[in-house]
């Protein structure tokens, strides 16, 4: 139950915990998909984008780590080693009970949490690799294409990136859409 004046939840046990926990999730997300795009590169422009061109039932989002430190990734979190453990088995997990048919990877190749995605996605696991600088002159670094066990996959610039090369990350976000399933 959710006590009002304390803006707290008392659980009663662990399954009771994950359960709040998913349906808050999913009511949080379905707000975000009825949103408007706000101004300027948001995560949740990109989801709506993606609901547009597949539909929004199967589309789901998971955090490479469980919870952010600081609105940052929990890197400078004492617990970090903890943390990590918990987060990829949360994510892989995930990914075994949803199975999705397309898993996007929307954190880029710069950065600290590269290192951690490619430790809990070995690299070395990736086959079927696509990239379209020849056909599309998007490089790689933009978007690439690949199997990682029985999941396609891409991985794309998180939707916030912003910098320099923000039109070359543009690009190759709105060609991953455009790949996608068609409208329906």
Do not use: M
């Not at 940052?72 to 970090?80: L, M, Q």
């Not at 790949?179 to 329906?184: A, F, I, V, Y």
Request: aromatic share 14%; hydrophobic share 30%.
């Amino acid at each position: 139950s959710f006590d009002q004046k304390s803006k707290k939840y008392s659980f009663t046990d662990l399954q009771d915990f994950i359960q709040k926990s998913v349906t808050d999730h999913q009511c949080f997300f379905k707000k975000q998909l009825l949103n408007k795009n706000t101004k300027g590169r948001s995560f949740h422009n990109f989801t709506r984008e993606t609901a547009e061109k597949c539909g929004s039932d199967g589309i789901s989002y998971a955090n490479l780590f469980c919870f952010s430190w600081k609105r940052n990734i929990p890197t400078d979190c004492s617990h970090f080693e903890i943390i990590k453990k918990y987060s990829e088995k949360l994510l892989k997990t995930q990914i075994e009970i949803l199975n999705p048919e397309i898993i996007i990877f929307a954190n880029g190749v710069t950065g600290k949490s590269v290192e951690y995605r490619r430790e809990f996605f070995p690299i070395e696991l990736c086959v079927n690799q696509q990239d379209y600088d020849v056909s599309h002159g998007i490089k790689r670094h933009y978007l690439w294409e690949f199997d990682y066990e029985n999941h396609h996959c891409f991985r794309i610039h998180h939707p916030s990136t912003h910098g320099k090369n923000l039109q070359k990350v543009t690009e190759a976000r709105k060609f991953l859409i455009e790949k996608l399933l068609p409208s329906k």
